[in-house]
């Protein structure tokens, strides 16, 4: 599925055979049919297996099934909402950002931060890009906004690690797993988080400004 939304957006884009605003989408779909023609020719389930199983799976998850989507629409709803200039202005107050360097830090912590207050780094993501992002790293220091928004949604997944507010990432597979601790997931993880939220911020400080 990754390979062939991969190759068909970097080739086929601009092919004329899809939007190219969609493309993703339709070679995402595209790579689940080869998937699951796969999947029966080389495993031969029933014919309706997939199916099944697909309701058997969201009827166990339930309602965070639709958790990561409200979340970011509620992140959409912030950035029209001022949030995102309300928090560069915080930030830029209170905060020692005169250097590319702490401007990085300040917005790979604060996607980690609010990732984790929301759940969600699709919500996180245009509230800090508004606020941090586009006004220190890409405008003050000349950025690259690709590099910076690539890695900063990986600086915003490490907060998703850490948070109860992920209910669909760590609360659901805890309850499925019958662990006697419901945190335990996140317990798990955090090591692993630091070092990733750490790791992803000197990756942005060594590429963003190398433009």
């Known amino acids: 599925m990754p390979a062939t939304a991969l190759i068909g957006t970097l080739l086929l884009k601009n092919s004329g055979l899809v939007d ?35 309701r058997r799976l969201i009827d166990t998850i339930g309602w965070t099934a639709v958790l990561p989507q409200m979340l970011a629409a509620l992140g959409a709803v912030f950035a029209l909402g001022g ?16 250097s590319p360097l702490a401007a990085v830090a300040a917005y790979c912590l ?30 003050r220091f000349g950025g690259d906004p690709a590099i910076m928004s690539a890695i900063g949604m990986l600086a915003g997944f490490c907060g998703t690690l850490m948070t109860p507010m992920a209910a669909n990432f760590n609360l659901v597979p805890a309850a499925l797993l019958e662990l006697p601790d419901r945190n335990g997931v996140i317990k798990a993880q955090l090591p692993t988080a630091l070092i990733l939220l750490a790791a992803n911020t000197a990756l942005m400080a060594a590429l963003v400004y190398r433009v």
């Open 110 to 139: 604060g996607m980690a931060l609010f990732t984790a207050a929301m759940g969600n780094a699709f919500a996180a993501f245009p509230v800090m890009t508004a606020g941090i992002g586009l006004p220190l790293i890409v405008h």
């Open 20 to 54: 190219p605003k969609q493309a993703t989408l339709v070679f995402l779909g595209l790579g689940v049919l080869v998937a699951l023609a796969a999947c029966q020719i080389w495993l031969r389930p029933p014919a309706l297996a997939a199916l099944e199983e697909g």
């Open 83 to 98: 949030v995102g200039d309300a928090v560069g202005e915080l930030a830029t107050h209170y905060l020692p950002l005169g």
